[in-house]
């Protein structure tokens, strides 16, 4: 017993002498308990008034924990003290009032008020303080206010998220240079103008988004980019947004859906913006002009803003992506698209309202779904360039302005289903040689159309008798007599037994096909293409022409003579271009005959010049089949 309490003592007397101790002053009928939490701090409990003192000079250092056991109503940290430790009060759920800090005071650390939800009144950070760290009060959800330090430097990730009862406006001192992922997120009753100082050099992701602020914003001139959802959801704005010419890269959701009333103005040497970077911004008005010096646009950049008036598009873009400027309805004007333009994506420029005749660039390889659908202020559209080779589904759908004759290049492939539908105007169309697959309905509710003429072969589209006509009742179709021999050979070469495929020349649409020119076999990709994966590619083939689009979007058009006996040089097909998110397919190979699992494989060509193999791969049991002559 003796040589029990013997070390009982021990323990008692060393953390008394070191660091994070505590002493019972005479139990409960004392005043309270001591302890040290620093090389010249001690604390104090007084049980009586439910108070800690934290007394001293110098840094602090404490346990996780700490006083996590006492029911603090009062927390009184002496002048002195230069730091509260990391995780000091952490979770503190007892921790309860007005929440004082000292003069002295020159940082706070991670997680040292985390959870809080007690604390009350408005935060006062000293103006001694030059680094909050991350964390630091997190969900301190009773608070009503902030008051930052004028030497403030530095605030950590997420130190003042969630402070959703805080009220009044938020000053950012001069000097401040970092602020942190989240670390304002949420605080959704701050009003008043968001003033960033120049002195700012790094907002991180979501640092401001669903604030409150119903003013103005101005950003830091010194920035380079602007974070991932930085501003999401700060519906309240006003005013003009002013992105300084020192940005390069708005990154994705970067000002989702906020509230700016005034006009937009673009850096000069901006060259990203990001995926609905730009969206929903419904009350910005006037003209948007992108810079030269833009590389590209990602998918729904500029989605929703209803109320911009003008465009102007930058002379180098190569893609606008999916989505791009959809729903932007008070877009007027022609529409200037520049020559460099390749491929225009999904939904572009959906319900739009450019006026005037459409002016294609002369290197455009693709339309894509949907691009300009509802797109009812063009009259006409002046000519397709020769390197056109899909106008993919819906793509001019309900364009109820469009007048007069359409004339499609010799290079057209395809074009999809519901393509010019409720394009009342158009009274004509003409094919040139390459057409080889026209959709279901492409052209229906086109009640003006009269004539539909092919200078080449007879493309695959779908006639009065089948369930989705390709054209209008009334609609005469003619063709050279040459059209007749291919149309032999595909019924020849459809007839025939293929191991391990029942040949087939039904379609899903309606009745069976009385000359089956084109089949259609879905693939699935099982590899990566940079960031973009490869999945639900889609063919379109015969005995001489196979076509490819990836994920409903670009596409790869070439002559290929599909010779299963051909030797592994003849199998390689090099490709005019078929841009695929991060590079160019330029050459196309099938791999192991039409009954490999891996039946396809390309190479790409990132724009850096390096180059990476990709495979296409069928996703059932069934073989690909592509017709051939004996």
Same mark, same amino acid.
């Given at each position: 017993m003796k040589r029990l309490l013997v070390i009982m003592l021990g323990i008692v007397i060393m953390f008394g002498i070191l660091g994070c101790g505590s002493n019972?002053?005479?139990?409960?009928?004392?005043?309270?308990?001591?302890?040290?939490?620093?090389?010249?701090?001690?604390?104090?409990?007084?049980?009586?008034?439910?108070?800690?003192?934290?007394?001293?000079?110098?840094?602090?250092?404490?346990?996780?924990?700490?006083?996590?056991?006492?029911?603090?109503?009062?927390?009184?940290?002496?002048?002195?003290?230069?730091?509260?430790?990391?995780n000091a009060f952490y979770s503190n759920h007892n921790l309860k009032g007005k929440l004082v800090l000292p003069d002295t005071l020159k940082t706070i650390g991670d997680f040292a008020f985390y959870g809080c939800?007690?604390?009350?009144?408005?935060?006062?950070?000293?103006?001694?303080?030059?680094?909050?760290?991350?964390?630091?009060?997190?969900?301190?959800?009773?608070?009503?206010?902030?008051?930052?330090?004028?030497? #403030?430097?530095? +605030? !950590?990730?997420?130190?003042? *998220?969630?402070?959703?009862?805080?009220? @009044?406006?938020?000053? %950012? &001192?001069?000097?401040?240079e970092t602020i942190g992922r989240c670390a304002f997120i949420s605080a959704g009753k701050i009003k008043g103008d968001l003033i960033i100082p120049d002195s700012v050099t790094s907002m991180g992701d979501w640092a401001f988004s669903q604030c409150g602020f119903d003013g103005k914003l101005k950003l830091p001139s010194s920035i380079e980019k602007i974070e991932y959802a930085c501003f999401n959801g700060c519906e309240n704005f006003s005013g003009d947004l002013v992105i300084p010419d020192s940005v390069k890269d708005i990154d994705y959701h970067a000002f989702l859906g906020c509230g700016f009333d005034g006009t937009l103005t673009?850096?000069?040497? #901006?060259?990203? +913006? !990001?995926?609905?970077?730009? *969206?929903?911004?419904?009350?910005?008005? @006037?003209?948007?002009? %992108? &810079?030269?010096?833009?590389?590209?646009?990602?998918n729904n950049a500029f989605e929703g803003d209803e109320s911009i008036t003008s465009l102007k598009l930058p002379a180098g873009i190569k893609y606008i992506c999916s989505d791009t400027f959809r729903g932007c309805k008070s877009l007027t004007g022609e529409l200037e698209l520049p020559d460099s333009l390749l491929v225009i994506g999904d939904h572009a420029f959906g319900a739009t309202a450019f006026t005037g005749s459409l002016k294609l660039p002369s290197g455009l390889i693709s339309i894509g779904n949907?691009?300009?659908?509802?797109?009812?202020?063009?009259?006409?559209?002046?000519?397709?360039?020769?390197? #056109?080779?899909? +106008?993919?589904?819906?793509?001019f759908s309900s364009c109820e302005g469009l007048t007069g004759e359409l004339v499609f290049p010799d290079g057209l492939n395809y074009v999809g289903k519901y393509?010019?539908?409720?394009?009342t105007g158009i009274t004509g169309v003409t094919f040139g040689s390459g057409i080889s697959s026209i959709g279901p309905n492409a052209f229906v509710n086109c009640s003006?159309?009269?004539?539909?003429?092919?200078?080449?072969?007879?493309?695959d589209y779908y006639g009065q008798d089948e369930k989705n006509p390709s054209f209008p009742e009334g609609c005469s179709v003619n063709a050279p007599a040459s059209a007749v021999k291919r149309a032999e050979i595909w019924k020849k070469n459809a007839s025939k037994s293929i191991p391990g495929k029942e040949s087939s020349s039904s379609n899903n649409d309606g009745a069976a096909r009385e000359e089956p020119y084109y089949w259609t076999q879905s693939l699935t990709g099982d590899d990566y293409v940079g960031e973009g994966r490869l999945a639900d590619v889609v063919l379109y083939f015969d005995d001489d022409v196979l076509s490819v689009r990836i994920n409903g979007r670009e596409l790869l058009t070439t002559n290929y003579e599909a010779d299963r006996n051909a030797g592994?040089?003849?199998?390689?097909?090099?490709?005019?271009?078929?841009?695929?998110?991060?590079?160019?397919i330029e050459?196309?190979?099938?791999?192991?005959?039409?009954?490999?699992?891996?039946?396809?494989?390309?190479?790409?060509?990132?724009d850096d010049g390096s180059t990476e193999i990709v495979h296409f791969h069928t996703g059932s049991e069934e073989s690909l089949y592509i017709g051939f002559d004996e």
């Open positions: 019972d002053e005479g139990g409960e009928k004392t005043k309270g308990i001591t302890g040290t939490c620093g090389e010249n701090i001690t604390w104090t409990y007084d049980k009586s008034t439910k108070t800690l003192t934290v007394s001293g000079t110098g840094e602090m250092v404490a346990e996780k924990f700490m006083w996590s056991d006492f029911k603090i109503n009062n927390l009184i940290i002496g002048e002195g003290i230069t730091s509260i430790a990391n939800e007690e604390l009350t009144g408005v935060l006062t950070i000293p103006d001694s303080v030059e680094k909050v760290g991350g964390y630091a009060f997190t969900r301190c959800k009773g608070f009503t206010g902030i008051r930052l330090s004028k030497s #403030l430097k530095e +605030i !950590g990730p997420e130190a003042f *998220s969630d402070f959703e009862n805080a009220e @009044g406006t938020l000053e %950012l &001192p001069e000097g401040l673009l850096p000069r040497g #901006l060259e990203h +913006i !990001g995926n609905g970077g730009l *969206s929903y911004c419904r009350r910005l008005t @006037g003209a948007v002009v %992108l &810079p030269d010096s833009l590389k590209l646009m990602e949907s691009a300009f659908m509802s797109c009812k202020g063009f009259t006409s559209i002046a000519g397709f360039p020769e390197t #056109l080779t899909h +106008i993919k589904d819906g793509a393509a010019f539908t409720g394009c003006g159309l009269k004539s539909a003429e092919f200078t080449g072969a007879v493309a592994i040089e003849e199998r390689i097909v090099n490709t005019n271009g078929f841009f695929c998110r991060d590079g160019w050459s196309l190979s099938y791999d192991g005959g039409f009954y490999s699992d891996d039946i396809l494989t390309a190479t790409l060509v990132k």
